[in-house]
């Protein structure tokens, strides 16, 4: 009795279509509405996963799902999206290969959702760990930034992918992801300027106006309101289900994990701004002299303000919204653009503004999320492109998906049908060829180098002359009018039909989907999709940084005068490279359905699956399956996983692998009807089949790793009883030594003690002789001492005797000399007294005699006439003068003078006892007892302690004089701006903490530095891979500086010190520092050094002073700042402090966030 697996056993409906009966067009659609119907939206064509859109959310994706599907059989549970993920993970990781997993269907039909649940299920199998987790999470946040920038809402599908996705997602040997690469494809840009009815713009323009705050808006110059915007499409400005402010959230917080930095967000936002704002700028015609139009910006407000966001010139962008310079060889011309020409440059500037933004942010996330390991990578590659459109106005963009499209149906007919055919034939295996339509001549007929719609568009773009969209149609029904998948008006006329259907300016292609019908209007130039140079420089001399690397050609130093390639020229190329991407990898289908047009849930219209089944070539699929072999591998590395299930085969296999894998099958009694020998392969009929021999190998191997337990077990606890056994020897030859050693010391230390009694004996009896001998002599020293010593004391007394007369003789003859000075000294100063009051009294008399002369004379004057009354007025003024010199007028002046004097004497001597000490540091200073002698007061203060300083000064030492000198340098450099500065001023500078010309460990790296070592210490080398440190040994010396291994002492680095341009600390209390290079220099491609180290403020001190004292002057700049920049080789790496707590108790914490940023965790204060 046949055994059923858990995929058949209580199904609903049949779960994989290659079981079902009968094979029809009818039980296919009957099958997927039934299991649609009870929420079964997955079914299975062999290893192909047909998804349909529930439009709805079902609890089948869970945390349970996903551990009941690991590591399972894709066979062995009911059909489930889990189940592709999970074999393809386990084919990559366990048999190295390759995958891709193609998702494809039709807009609306679930194929962004199926590649999220495709990636969220790797994530959640694959390994744990800090990093893993990292890499994990960055790769899942990239999608929510890339659909706020990607998706729209179209009218079939609220979240349209409006550009192609594929990311390759990079693990290493274990399966656990070490990074991705992303490729997109021909974003939609038209969409920026205009959208069709009922349809929205891209995401983030909602998401910003809606969801940012009004701070962030003030900044951006924006309002809330969607209808002040011309780029914004109003009747359906809100979808039902989108929470847009919410998103907007989700997609900043998206940006933070996956790397991008704070001013990175603010310039893309500003970039956003500056599109909305570009479409509200209108123009208005203004006539000109020459009978030409010219357009003038209407309203110049939205310019000035992107002007203002993009730090754009307003002249400069407003000239070149008006005039066009056309350059030819040497030959330059400038025109003016009309009204239709500025709405057409402002459109274009708006498009490639917007796309090129987004293709900026596709490398800047590859940037953050690419491998980091130069390894051997597996890669799973995920496909999430545009599916076939099919709308009421097709144009070039429609064209390009549909395209895109017609290339994915050919790989799949190459991989799925044909070569499966083709693979039975060539490996001999009896077969019947199956009909089926091949899509080539479709592809053929666009991408055809000389006759292809594709090169027919970029030869009509290229050919001199009026070029129009009609003249480009005119050439396709001359070219493509025989061709039986290509139909328009003219051809269909040619022919003598009539179709209404078909408008004059229309063309039909009749693709593997259906027909579509494209409208030629638009083709030409949007294939083009050129930019006037003008608005390219322009935006080249934007402020703005971001606008620089978006627009380098703008630059008039890199003018390029070649036409650039066109739009239709690059997605092809670009679909080529993808299509030989694909074809290197072992591919897995998802198959995508929309169940209905109206995107509700419960409603299936049997009619358009109808029409997906059978453009997607389900049927035909389901043919090969039921006519071929599930499961087919080369007998090699059959035999080698399966091997040990026969113990012929086990462990070794002498013979051909073909043999083999036939001995194999023998022994196991597998039917003859279940497999199939080819020329180079093994086929397996049922997939039951396989699962049987995965089933016998696994529990093989669980007996294999019993086995080799309990060997290993045996051979440890032997190894152990050896050890146990060896060691009990020695350890009883040591203890018989200790005994023995024990025992001689025992009696050794008897002996010394008997002789040191003896010893003593003898000696304390010779030391007593010795003594009374010593006594003896010292008796006769000293009363020999004491008789010296009193005819010492009776000859002084005599000679004080002698000395004190001699001395009463000199004071009497001095106190003689002084009295008799004291006479002559009164007698002196009473002859000058009398001598000045004889002149006084003789001066007085002179007065009066004049003062009564001068009234005689006045009186006289009265009578007589004027001139001799003057004349006597003379001789007085002139008696009076004579006699003035006799008076003392300036006696106040003198008295002023000697109280002043009297005033300072009192003030120095009362300042000499109150003098405060002589320590620098002592400030204290008597108070002023006058207030007209303040500045005195403190200029002698100032001028004593200056005195003091220069005296404590002069006890310095050389050496202790240089340690100060460093002090104070680091006080300059340090204080109130490094918190860790305070806690180093008690510290001394010591400079040699390892002891290097002593420690012979070092001996060979102190031959090895020529000049004298300054500072030695040990310091942390920083590993910007995760942020660890590599222990170090640093020297420096008046010339260079050098990092050693700590255990070897070998050099590791060597730096000249003119090779650096400056150090970067933080204000943190931690020691972290960076040595930056020089650009250019001989160092410069090691990249800059981030080191720690717990006397950072001694380091950077000696190499702040040793660039003073050199010869050249200059200083090493010190830069102070919680974030600054260090350059590892080829990256600049951002290194950030911050305040918290870590992990490891108190300590710094040095932790990579992503490629460009390490964050620097300090503890609090």
């Not at 400030?923 to 100032?942: C, M, N, V």
């Amino acid at each position: 009795m046949e055994v059923k697996t858990s995929l058949l056993d209580n199904m609903i409906g049949v779960g994989d279509m290659v079981l079902i009966e009968p094979l029809s067009e009818d039980a296919f659609i009957e099958n997927l509405k039934k299991r649609f119907d009870h929420n079964e939206i997955y079914t299975y064509i062999g290893s192909v996963v047909i998804s349909m859109n529930p439009y709805k959310s079902l609890p089948i994706y869970t945390a349970e799902k996903v551990e009941e599907y690991r590591n399972r059989n894709f066979y062995e549970l009911s059909p489930h999206i889990y189940a592709l993920a999970d074999e393809s993970y386990r084919s990559l990781r366990d048999q190295d290969k390759d995958q891709c997993i193609l998702i494809t269907g039709e807009s609306g039909a679930g194929k962004t959702e199926a590649s999220k649940f495709v990636m969220s299920y790797v994530a959640a199998v694959c390994g744990k760990g800090q990093e893993v987790n990292k890499v994990k999470e960055q790769l899942l946040q990239s999608n929510p930034v890339l659909e706020a920038f990607g998706n729209a809402k179209t009218v079939r599908n609220d979240n349209s992918s409006r550009f192609g996705k594929y990311m390759d997602i990079e693990f290493d040997f274990k399966g656990d992801p070490l990074g991705g690469v992303i490729s997109n494809y021909l974003l939609e840009k038209s969409r920026v300027v205009k959208q069709p009815r009922g349809e929205r713009n891209f995401h983030i323009f909602y998401q910003l106006l809606s969801g940012a705050s009004d701070d962030t808006l003030k900044k951006l110059k924006l309002d809330r309101d969607f209808s002040k915007y011309n780029y914004l499409s109003l009747d359906s400005a809100t979808v039902n289900g989108l929470d847009d402010a919410g998103s907007f959230r989700t997609v900043r917080n998206a940006m933070q994990i996956v790397g991008f930095m704070e001013d990175e967000v603010q310039s893309i936002l500003e970039l956003v701004a500056a599109v909305l704002k570009l479409g509200n700028i209108e123009f208005k015609p203004e006539s000109r002299c020459n009978g030409y139009d010219e357009s003038r910006v209407k309203d110049k407000n939205d310019l000035k303000e992107m002007c203002e966001l993009l730090g754009i010139d307003q002249s400069v962008l407003e000239r070149a919204f008006s005039y066009r310079t056309v350059e030819a060889k040497m030959e330059k011309m400038s025109t003016t653009l009309n009204v239709a020409q500025a709405y057409y440059a402002r459109d274009a500037l708006a498009k490639n503004l917007y796309s090129r933004l987004f293709s900026w942010l596709v490398n800047r996330i590859n940037e953050s999320i690419k491998a980091q390991t130069k390894t051997h990578k597996k890669v799973m590659g995920v496909l999430d492109i545009y599916g076939f459109e099919i709308f009421e106005d097709n144009s070039f963009e429609q064209f390009i998906i549909n395209y895109c499209n017609e290339k994915l149906q050919q790989i799949f007919i190459e991989l799925t049908l044909r070569e499966e055919q083709e693979e039975y034939v060539r490996e001999g295996i009896e077969w019947t060829n199956i009909e089926y339509f091949n899509n080539a001549i479709i592809c053929d007929l666009i991408e055809n180098n000389k006759n292809g719609i594709l090169a027919m568009l970029d030869e009509e773009c290229l050919r001199p002359g009026t070029v129009t969209d009609e003249t480009f149609l005119d050439k396709l029904n001359t070219v493509c009018a025989e061709h039986q998948h290509f139909e328009s008006r003219q051809s269909k006329n040619s022919k003598f039909l009539t179709d209404h259907s078909l408008p004059h300016n229309c063309f039909r292609i009749q693709h593997y989907a259906g027909k579509v019908l494209y409208r030629v209007e638009g083709f030409v130039d949007k294939n083009n999709d050129l930019l006037y140079r003008d608005l390219s420089q322009a935006m080249y001399k934007a402020k703005h940084g971001l606008i620089k690397v978006l627009f380098p050609e703008g630059n008039p130093a890199k003018v390029n005068l070649k036409r650039p390639p066109t739009a239709g020229f690059q997605f092809k190329a670009s679909v080529g490279t993808l299509m030989k991407n694909l074809l290197t990898k072992n591919p897995n289908y998802i198959r995508c359905i929309k169940p209905n047009d109206k995107k509700a849930a419960h409603i299936f219209t049997d009619s358009l699956v109808c029409h997906q089944v059978r453009y997607l070539g389900l049927m035909e699929n389901v043919r090969v399956r039921r006519a071929g072999y599930a499961f087919r591998q080369a007998y090699e590395p059959c035999l080698e996983r399966y091997k040990m299930l026969c113990k012929q085969t086990w462990p070794h296999w002498k013979g051909p692998a073909r043999k083999g894998v036939e001995v194999l099958l023998t022994d196991l009694q597998v039917p003859a009807e279940e497999f199939a020998y080819g020329r180079s392969k093994i086929f397996i009929r049922n997939p039951r089949m396989l699962f049987s021999l995965e089933e016998k190998r696994r529990q093989c191997l669980e007996n294999l790793a019993t086995l080799i337990q309990k060997i290993y077990r045996g051979w440890k606890c032997r190894t152990h009883f050896l050890l146990m056994k060896k060691s009990q020897v020695v350890v009883a030859a040591w203890y018989r030594r200790f005994a023995q050693q024990k025992k001689y010391q025992n009696i050794r230390s008897s002996a010394l003690v008997f002789q040191s009694f003896i010893r003593g004996w003898k000696a304390r009896k010779l030391l007593r002789e010795l003594k009374h001998k010593k006594r003896c002599e010292k008796a006769v020293s000293t009363i020999s001492a004491y008789w010296h010593g009193t005819q010492a004391r009776w000859e002084l007394r005599r000679l004080k005797e002698e000395a004190q007369n001699k001395h009463a003789v000199s004071v009497i003859w001095a106190a003689w000399l002084g009295t008799k000075a004291r006479k002559e000294l009164r007698r002196l100063k009473h002859e000058a007294r009398s001598k000045q009051a004889v002149s006084v009294i003789w001066a007085c008399w002179q007065g009066t005699k004049a003062r009564r002369e001068l009234k005689r004379l006045k009186e006289e004057a009265r009578r007589k006439h004027s001139v001799a009354v003057i004349w006597a007025y003379w001789l007085g003024l002139k008696v009076r003068r004579e006699y003035r010199k006799f008076f003392r007028a300036d006696a106040g002046k003198k008295i002023y003078a000697f109280t002043i004097q009297r005033i300072m004497q009192k003030y120095f001597l009362g300042l000499k006892k109150t003098m405060p000490s002589m320590s620098p540091v002592d400030k204290s200073w008597p108070a002023r007892p006058y207030g007209f002698l303040d500045r005195t007061h403190q200029e002698l203060r100032r001028i004593f302690h200056l005195w003091r300083c220069k005296k404590y000064r002069s006890q310095f030492t050389e050496e202790k004089k240089a340690t100060y000198k460093e002090k104070l340098a680091a006080s300059e450099l340090f204080k109130d701006k490094k918190a860790l500065y305070p806690s180093s001023v008690g510290q001394p500078f010591k400079g040699d903490y390892v002891e290097i010309t002593k420690n012979p460990k070092y001996q060979k790296l102190n031959s090895f530095v020529e000049d004298k070592v300054l500072l030695a210490d040990m310091v942390s080398k920083i590993n910007r891979a995760n942020g660890k440190g590599a222990p170090r040994v640093f020297l420096l010396t008046k010339k260079s500086l050098f990092l050693a291994d700590l255990k070897t002492g070998q050099v590791k680095a060597s730096v000249p010190l003119p090779d650096l341009s400056s150090v970067s600390v933080s204000t943190q209390n931690d020691g972290f520092f960076a040595l930056k290079i020089k650009e250019g220099s001989t160092s410069a491609a090691k990249g800059d050094f981030l080191l720690s180290s717990d006397r950072l403020i001694e380091i950077i001190t000696k190499l702040h002073c040793i660039g003073a004292t050199s010869a050249d002057k200059k200083q090493l700049k010190v830069d102070i700042s919680d974030e600054f920049l260090v350059q590892f080789k080829q990256d600049k790496v951002c290194v950030k402090f911050i305040q918290g707590t870590p992990k490891n108790g108190n300590g710094v914490a040095c932790k990579r966030k992503n490629n460009r940023l390490l964050e620097v965790s300090v503890p609090s204060p």
